[in-house]
């Protein structure tokens, strides 16, 4: 990996290291850190708007180019509000467009334009964009060993066919074939699944941490452990967002047919040059009469009989590439919405890990309420009994308020008077309260 950052990435300047820690460093007025792993410095020159890509072909290939956006969008035939989508200084969510030349991806790190030919992939520090260079290489020189391999066993047999001028049949034939997939297609197959498999491992880190939480938090309510839950669920909830956006934006793909044939770059680029070489051949390039073959033929020194024929192959040749085309397309479509579903399996099992782990703290939350409640019943139960006991003792009150009073009566004078009154005050206070407590049971205010 450190290999791979030496070979990418352009050598820093010794004055500029320590001005791009500073800011790399320094808080935004949010209180959030700049997008990690991106060198603000060296994406955009001041004055000149240049950026710095990651230019790989489509054999392998990669180099470091720096471009301004205008060139991107006449290279790319992109709009400028297209482009600010991969902008690393912005947070846009999760987008895959087709356009007429690329298809413009903004997954998670991965923000890269990819065409027919090459993949323009913002240069940055990031691991995961790193491994997607890395992996991308390793399978377009994969598919380029077999494809030599599948050539040199086929040479006789294709050397026929690949003896005409511009048999582009063929060609058509071998990118719709069932184990091909184009350019744009295993760029694409690569970017979704760097994507799934950052969502998935953040998605197990956040298990990992939340379950052993949980079963502490259900053992020992405290002040730090709910609070460390309200963090845990707000990371969730982010994440969960995001892996969202990232399904709905496959579903929506796998649910328009036509933006999914509008994202078949290298069959469209394939038609349109055999339209153009179809059309030369057909009205300049023909040898008439013995003259040459690179000499275009004069409309007015043709026979009508030849201009007739002509006319009619142009108008077979004009049906045959469209029914052709509307096949392939249907194989295209039927390709890129296979790769989709693949895909679309993965990153919906990672949000049913996400969902299950929200329905786990949920169901914490319930069973921390039910035992908060069970607690606040308790306390109830037992200020109710005190406020009985209270107004037991409050009738001892009463009596011995009632004997306190200035008059003289002949019960003061019989020494065991004392005694039964305090009996039968007492007695008496017993049964009420007993009576009380018989009445809450009753009526199921307290547990029996």
């Known amino acids: ?100 030349k690329a298809i413009v991806v903004n997954l998670e790190q991965i923000r890269c334009i990819i065409t027919a030919d090459e993949v323009l992939l913002l240069n940055s520090l990031d691991s995961y964009v790193l491994q997607y260079v890395v992996e991308l290489q390793r399978r377009l020189k994969t598919t380029g060993v077999d494809e030599v391999w599948q050539n040199d066993g086929n040479h006789g047999a294709d050397f026929n066919r690949r003896r005409g001028s511009r048999n582009f049949d063929n060609l058509f034939a071998n990118t719709t074939s069932p184990d091909y997939l184009p350019f744009e297609f295993r760029a694409l197959e690569v970017a979704l699944e760097a994507a799934c498999t950052f969502l998935d491992s953040q998605a197990a880190e956040l298990e990992i941490e939340a379950y052993p939480l949980l079963d502490e938090l259900t053992s020992k309510i405290s002040t730090l452990n709910l609070e460390r839950v309200r963090r845990l669920k707000s990371r969730l909830v982010a994440l969960t967002r995001r892996v ?34 179809g059309d030369q051949s057909v009205t300049g390039y023909r040898p008439i ?24 192959l142009s108008i077979a040749r004009s049906r045959h ?65 005190l406020t009985t006991a209270t107004f037991v003792v409050a009738i001892f ?39 009380f407590v018989w009445f809450f049971r009753y009526k199921r205010l307290m547990p029996l």
């Open 289 to 312: 009469d013995g003259a040459s073959i690179s000499a275009p033929v004069s409309p007015v020194s043709s026979p009508p009989e030849t201009r007739k024929l002509e006319k009619s």
């Open 1 to 100: 990996m450190a290999d791979l950052k030496e070979r990418l990435l352009p050598p820093k300047p010794a004055s500029a290291i320590n001005v791009r820690e500073a800011v790399n460093n320094r808080p935004s007025a949010s209180g959030r850190v700049p997008f990690q792993g991106v060198d603000v410095l060296g994406l955009k020159k001041r004055g000149q708007g240049l950026r710095s890509w990651i230019r790989v072909d489509s054999s392998g290939n990669s180099q470091i180019i720096e471009i301004d956006k205008f060139t991107v969008m006449r290279r790319c035939d992109l709009p400028a509000r297209d482009l600010r989508l991969l902008d690393p200084l912005f947070v846009y969510p999760s987008t895959i467009l087709g356009r007429e």
């Open 321 to 385: 590439e469209s029914m052709r085309s509307s096949e392939s397309a249907t194989e295209s479509i039927e390709e890129l919405e296979m790769l989709l579903e693949a895909y679309f399996v993965v990153i919906d099992s990672t949000l049913n890990k996400l969902t299950s782990l929200k329905e786990y703290i949920d169901d914490t939350e319930d069973f921390i309420n039910i035992q908060l409640d069970n607690v606040r019943n308790q306390l109830i139960q037992f200020e109710l009994l």
């Open 244 to 277: 969202q956006k990232v399904r709905d934006e496959i579903e929506q793909l796998m649910d328009d047919d036509g933006d999914m044939a509008e994202m078949y770059l290298t069959e469209k680029k394939m038609r349109m040059e055999s339209f153009v070489y």
């Open 397 to 435: 009150g009463v009596v011995a308020g009632i004997f306190g009073m200035n008059f003289e009566i002949s019960m003061f004078e019989n020494p065991d008077a004392f005694k039964w009154v305090l009996l039968i005050t007492g007695v008496s206070g017993i049964i009420i309260f007993s009576a």
